[in-house]
């Protein structure tokens, strides 16, 4: 096995935009929530979109799941609204299908490393709740993760 590494609150961010900034070819993200706001207090949050941005301006490829078709559900309205500023910086951003969401919170960096755990893309992930994820450079385990989310992508939709 490889390296891993717990990342609690304040280590997560840092550690994700290390990986972020390190692709070279593809990275694929589960979330729960992807949340933009223009304040203040989501400097921290935005500054992974402006990373994810730059890395599909040196050619990698960036992939986004989460939930766009739950119905009334509110995150499904804010992951919606955040989607299609994504989208027009060159991020692709789906949905699974109804009934199902999506719950998994993770990144894949060029099927080489891996943050997994409970972090959402959202403020209050990155600035006010206690979250728990685990760095883990394992071509294994990160090949299964991308595995698992290929084929969510392909059942999955704008």
């Not at 290390?18 to 979330?31: C, N, Q, R």
Request: aromatic residues 6%; hydrophobic residues 40%.
């Amino acid at each position: 096995m490889g390296y891993s590494r717990i990342l609690l609150d304040g280590h997560y961010l840092p550690a994700l935009m290390s990986l972020i900034g390190a692709a070279e070819k593809e990275i694929l993200i589960a979330t729960f929530k992807i949340q933009s706001s223009p304040k203040t207090y989501a400097k921290k949050l935005m500054s992974i979109y402006t990373g994810l941005a730059r890395a599909v301006n040196r050619g990698v490829k960036v992939k986004i799941l989460t939930n766009l078709f739950t119905g009334g559900n509110l995150a499904a309205h804010v992951n919606t609204v955040t989607a299609r500023q994504l989208r027009k910086r060159g991020i692709e951003v789906q949905g699974l299908k109804k009934p199902r969401i999506v719950h998994s919170k993770f990144c894949i960096v060029d099927g080489q490393a891996c943050i997994l755990g409970s972090h959402n893309f959202s403020t209050r992930a990155l600035v006010s709740n206690y979250e728990t994820s685990i760095l883990i450079k394992d071509v294994t385990i990160s090949n299964i993760l991308r595995t698992s989310f290929c084929s969510l992508w392909a059942e999955s939709g704008l």
